[in-house]
């Protein structure tokens, strides 16, 4: 019966995908959208594959993961005892919370100018990028996860005797792990956004800065191919997420894929 | 007889303040609880009874008045009052193993030790052979009964359980109930049950405190004497309805008073 189920939701999400192309293709090999504007799949996959062959497609992807990866990690190890620490002192929850609110609404974008006038066009702009966009949130995502702990469990773990710290450290962390990982999925998400906006100000490689100069050069099908790389190296991180979740908190039964 | 006593409860008030709300919740409350007694608490919902049971537990403190423990006035959550919540409060990642021994570990005992009792006491609520489960895969009585065996294990002074099969089809909780009569009487442990079931109040106590509606207090205490073991044949018994009668009678006066203030 699971199983059912959960070919059809395979299956339907795979029909999405085939009408999406499908239109495309009509779109494009038609002629009815001129080529500048609506490259076709060939001349897209052919672009990748020459992409690959010239080593361009990997330089470029490595560049971005890998900042995507480190200012996101920053990020992380900040929010995480952060967010931990405001779940449980009020006094220091009341004391960063305005600032972190405060943040959380400034758009990224319009800290972009700051940020190339204090730290340049090197890589450390583009972590800041990626930190600023990523860390607001994750700090107070930490933070309601962390003290979203169901109130039964602690109560149940302190009447067994244990001490604070206990409670905390077999209780509290176990119990708001697969909803920190689902933090951090959410997060990496972002970064990449961010990570794009940082590489269209001012970069020479990279998968956003392949995007902007292809606009110059009205290469529509390298513009195409780097969404497509962006996107799909989204859906292997959410895919890579959700088995790390599945590995790190087996136990844990997702409301969503109930039975 | 009095230095048999297990826990004493003496004078406790409790009042919720909450800005321009406040609330009586409990009022003088007294009360005592002998070694291997087996104590219930009755009253209407809303009377306090969970409020009291987490005073007694430590997990809220009272406005006044105190609670002595073999003489010793408790403050705070401790290993000496375990207590079982109605609510499933099982740690989900851990095993059914792995759950009874987790008093123990706080305590710091070794592997092989915390193994050991918590075989036994698996054992004893009936759970062999689901050692290694995991509490998503048990029913909601499977899961009570590593609750109780996760209690018993840490080996309290006293048992609290607060409606501990309130969330039980009605059979599962008789089941549950001979269970619960059955481990008092092999374990000789003093327990604490709170319920606003009149039923299972008669059919599990030695002694029965009736608490009236808000703010609680202490209306009554009654001494069952039906005759061991406690199970379901007890519940046509004579002594059982008549028991039963005077308390509903009680209790129905209650919230007819409580409908008249309004």
Redesign the interface.
């Known amino acids: 019966m699971k199983n059912k189920r959960i070919d059809t939701t395979r299956l339907l999400s795979l029909i999405c995908f085939c009408l999406i192309i499908l239109l495309w293709c009509l779109a494009s090999y038609s002629g009815s959208v001129s080529e500048i504007f609506l490259p076709t799949p060939t001349a897209v996959v052919e672009k990748i594959i020459a992409m690959a062959k010239d080593g361009s497609l990997w330089a470029n992807c490595w560049e971005s993961i890998s900042r995507v990866m480190i200012g996101w990690l920053w990020s992380v190890v900040v929010a995480l005892p952060m967010g931990m620490l405001m779940a449980n002192s009020k006094k220091f929850s009341a004391f960063v919370q305005p600032i972190i609110e405060f943040a959380r609404y400034l758009p990224v974008v319009a800290l972009v100018p700051l940020t190339l006038l204090y730290l340049g066009i090197g890589e450390n702009q583009k972590y800041t990028i990626i930190f600023l966009g990523t860390f607001f949130q994750l700090v107070l995502m930490v933070c309601d996860t962390v003290s979203g702990v169901?109130r039964?469990?602690i109560?149940?773990?302190?009447?067994?005797?244990?001490?604070k710290f206990?409670v905390y450290k077999?209780?509290i962390l176990?119990?708001s792990?697969p909803g920190l990982m689902d933090d951090l999925r959410l997060t990496i998400g972002w970064a990449w956004t961010y990570l794009v906006v940082a590489e269209m100000v001012a970069a020479n490689n990279g998968l956003g800065y392949m995007i902007l100069k292809s606009q110059r050069y009205l290469a529509t099908d390298t513009i195409f191919a780097g969404l497509i790389l962006i996107g799909l190296i989204g859906l292997i991180t959410d895919w890579v997420f959700r088995i790390l979740t599945r590995l790190v908190?087996p136990?844990?039964?997702r409301l969503a894929d109930g039975k | 007889m009095r230095d048999d006593v297990m826990l004493r409860v003496e004078g406790l008030n409790k009042v919720f303040d909450s800005g321009n709300r406040r609330v009586e919740a409990l009022s003088d409350v007294s009360l005592e609880i002998r070694k291997s007694e087996f104590v219930m608490i009755v009253g209407p919902s809303g009377c306090g009874k969970t409020t009291l049971i987490n005073i007694i537990?430590?997990?809220e403190s009272a406005t006044s008045g105190s609670v002595l423990l073999d003489g010793r006035q408790v403050s705070g959550?401790?290993?000496d009052?375990?207590?079982v919540?109605q609510?499933?409060?099982?740690?989900?990642?851990l095993t059914v193993q792995k759950n009874v021994e987790?008093?123990l570990?706080?305590?710091g005992l070794p592997t092989g030790e915390r193994r050991d009792i918590a075989a036994r006491y698996i054992e004893l609520v009936g759970l062999k052979g689901f050692e290694n489960a995991?509490?998503?895969q048990l029913s909601g009585g499977m899961k009570q009964r590593v609750?109780i065996a996760?209690?018993l294990a840490?080996e309290p002074e006293i048992l609290?359980m607060d409606e501990p099969f309130g969330a039980l089809d009605a059979q599962t909780r008789v089941v549950m109930q001979e269970l619960l009569a059955d481990i008092s009487r092999r374990t000789n442990t003093t327990i604490l049950f709170i319920t606003h079931d009149i039923d299972e109040a008669v059919l599990l106590g030695d002694r029965v405190y009736v608490m009236s509606r808000r703010p609680g207090r202490i209306r009554e205490v009654l001494t069952v004497d039906l005759p061991e073991p406690r199970n379901h044949h007890c519940l046509v018994m004579a002594e059982f309805q008549q028991i039963k009668s005077h308390i509903m009678e009680m209790l129905w006066q209650e919230s007819s008073d409580a409908a008249m203030d309004k």
């Open positions: 169901d039964n469990m109560n149940a773990a302190r009447t067994l005797g244990a001490s206990q077999e209780v176990p119990a792990l908190a136990w844990y039964e | 537990s430590g997990l959550p401790g290993a009052r375990g207590m919540f609510g499933y409060s099982l740690f989900p990642w987790f008093g570990k706080m305590k995991l509490p998503k609750a996760r209690t840490n609290l």
